[in-house]
């Protein structure tokens, strides 16, 4: 027998066309739009729906990371103890293998651990977490844009637990305090719309291609070993290339620069700009290319 | 004024992971969902629904019926937007809250409480329009001060109460509902269908896609029967299960 083709229904073109609206966005809307085609306005949409959610994704973010407290006693504080312990044995056993001073050693690679891990979480469970709320994504018509902001809002509640690592750096007076720190106004926006991106398209490309969340946990691991974490720069004896070349130097630095009370360079400050436009646009491009099939692979 | 208004609408669902030469030797399964059919090496697209055309005013009770695996669910996640259309057009007018599962999307760590208010939120409810039917939601789910213990803790029958009050308690232009209320009790089955009575009148359009002849007809007075993915017949609710006991026999 052969297989039945699409003549089952003829595609006329203004088949094509059909209205939707928003239910928890406006009360009565209609936008026409082409199913097949790319289509802008709707992913624009999606973006519009994440972020008129915000409260929900908040109070979603919220009890997420306060559902990994329940019966612990001393609760969020295992984050920050887990990230001070791991930074302080990085400090001393690459301090001592690179001949670094710990004192300057140690605020380095926590600044750079906590980025890293921000940005590395982010990546990771961007790619699960439109299988994770599945369940959700059937029930009513969402957002991808909302569960990718999730995702973001609840790893910058982490982040805001391993920030009390770097406020104990200046208590100890390992960073002295610098107006320059009001360089990561500039460099914490950037960081926001590059890791939207980002979240964009690992949760879309994920949901269809499967062996991508493996991938990028792998790719997480041993990026780590490549970016300029453990070890600075100019501890390198050969490949300086490896720091220079590789642009995630330069985006820990943006934001690392400021938080250890130096001015960020240009070049810094450049490079971060140019991967949060790269990521953003590629992010949207993903959206609106493949929004509509996703409730389809998850 | 109209709710909804489909126009040719057909949903062709991939499947991945399958290669399409294993499945080439039987394209087509007539009992279940619709045509199989390849496309491409690894993607194999069932024609979920086909074609399918109505108009829904406001106001109208509508009932869904037909076996296993004729549409029923896709048909309810076209309309709330879930499923865009691979063919055709559908226009959609007003708020619409959805009732499809009631155990999925229920977060079994949390309180009841904080479900009240995710669940809410999710469905369109603002948080402070929660918390004023709160009190409305736990005296019917008859939960009292099981609404702070985690949901992991209740019963089915609890925590389909909670869902049931919450969907319920928001108002809304359409209601789309997925054979959810016949897995309770005989006594949450009468208080649930009085409640919904209610729900209805004060909201006008629902599409409810039930296997329980009774609860169609006793709620709703114009039933689709869908067989494979189209419509096989759309009338009065007493006609509809006429057709659909002769589709059947």
Known sequence: MKPLRR?????????HLFCYSFPSLCQISQIETAVKSLNFSMAADDILHGFSNLPLVWNMARQDVRLRYVRSVIGPLWVTITMALYVMGIGFVFGGLFGAPVREVV???????IIWSLLSNILNEASVVLVQHRALLLQAKLSVSMFVLF??????????????IYLLLFVVGLVAPSWNIVWIIIGLPLLFVAAFGFGLWAAILSARFHDLPPFFSSLTMVGFLFVPVMWRPVDLQRYREIADWNPLTHVLAALRDPMLGLPPSTLSLAVLGLTALICFGFGVLTLVYARRRVVFWI | MVSFELC????????????AKSLRSFVIRPMVGGAIRSEGQDVVLMRALDDISFRVKKGERVGLIG???????????VLAG?????YGRITRNGRIITLFDIAQGMLDELSGQDNVFTRGMLLGASRAE?????????????LEDYIHLPVRTYSAGMKLRLAFAICTSLEADVVLMDEVIAIGDERFMVRANERLQNFVGRFGTIVLASHSIELVTSICHRTLVLSHGKIAFDGSSQDAVEAYSAMMR
Do not use: C, Q
Not at chain 1, 9 to 15: F, M, Q
Not at chain 2, 10 to 19: H, K, L, V
Not at chain 2, 67 to 77: D, E, V, W
């Open chain 1, 151 to 164: 995702v973001l809002l609840r790893n910058a509640i982490i982040s805001a637990h391993h920030m009390v």
């Open chain 2, 82 to 86: 879930v499923y865009e259309p691979t």
């Open chain 2, 8 to 19: 040719g609408v057909g949903i062709d669902f991939p499947i991945y992971g399958y290669t």
């Open chain 2, 130 to 142: 929660m918390a004023r039917k709160l009190d409305e939601i736990v005296t019917f789910a008859e």
């Open chain 1, 7 to 15: 003549v089952l229904l003829p595609r006329s073109s203004e088949a």
């Open chain 2, 67 to 77: 076996h296993n695996g004729a549409g029923k669910s896709t048909l309810l996640r």
């Open chain 1, 107 to 113: 605020p380095w690679i926590a600044i750079g651990m």
